[in-house]
Structures are given as structure tokens and as C-alpha cells.
């Protein structure tokens, strides 16, 4: 059974960084493509960043395009968000998630599995 498990978020002023963790178990993830989103109360989830579990085709929601990096480490299973110049409109609960067909690019949330519990980001002005 797949196991997702996010870390590292907290309470930050704008313009500080933050890196999230995403430790995967369960079974390898290796032709899939892992996804980060984000979910503002009484917002809908949404596409934050994406990557194949190998480290290729990042891709990246406008909002966050030049200040957030996502990479995957193979030998520690586990996916990361490196978030920089972080702002106001950035705070959320962000959760990690995998496709559910393997070799298959998106950014629906619908279209993800496996969900974590979430990690919340809360950026003060």
C-alpha cells in the first residue's frame, strides 16, 4: 500500500524560504509522475508543481514559477518542494500525491492518488 508522509511546513515571513519533504513507501514509483498541490480554506485543491519520479519534466503552476523548485532523491524515496521568496497568497495546506497511471503526465487533482495528510504553510506579511 502506498504511503505518503509530507513534512516541513510551518509559519514564515514573506520573502523567507521553506523546504517540504514527501517520503513515499509502498511500492516503487519509478514511471509515475508525483505531483505537489495546495488547498486555501475555502479554496479548491489545487496544481502547485509536478514531476516524474526519475527527476524529469518539472512543471510548475504560473503562481509559483521561478520561486518554487521541486526534485525527487530515488535513494530516499522521497519528493521535495523548495519553496523561495515565499508570499502571503502562498499560505495553504499542501499535500503530495501520485499519478495514478503510470507514464502519464497531469495536473488534475483527480487524476492523483495516494494522498498525504498535509503540511500547512502559513506566510505572515
Known amino acids: 500500500q502506498v504511503q505518503l508522509v509530507e513534512s516541513g511546513g510551518g509559519l514564515v515571513q514573506a520573502g523567507g524560504s521553506l523546504r517540504l519533504s514527501c517520503a513515499a513507501s509502498?511500492?516503487?514509483?519509478?514511471?509515475?509522475?508525483m505531483g505537489w498541490f495546495r488547498q486555501a480554506p475555502g479554496k479548491e485543491r489545487v496544481f502547485v508543481a509536478g514531476?516524474?519520479?526519475?527527476?524529469?519534466?518539472?512543471a510548475y503552476a504560473d503562481s509559483v514559477k521561478g520561486r518554487f523548485t521541486i526534485s525527487t532523491d530515488n535513494d530516499k524515496n522521497t519528493l521535495y518542494l523548495q519553496m523561495n521568496s515565499l508570499k502571503p497568497e502562498d499560505t495553504a495546506i499542501y499535500y503530495c500525491?501520485?499519478?495514478?497511471?503510470?507514464?502519464?503526465?497531469?495536473?488534475?487533482?483527480?487524476?492523483?492518488?495516494?494522498w498525504g495528510q498535509g503540511t500547512q504553510v502559513t506566510v505572515s506579511s
Open positions: 500525491a501520485v499519478g495514478l497511471r503510470s507514464y502519464y503526465r497531469t495536473y488534475s487533482p483527480s487524476e492523483f492518488g495516494s
Open positions: 509502498g511500492r516503487t514509483f519509478s514511471s509515475y509522475f
Open positions: 514531476i516524474r519520479w526519475s527527476g524529469s519534466s518539472p
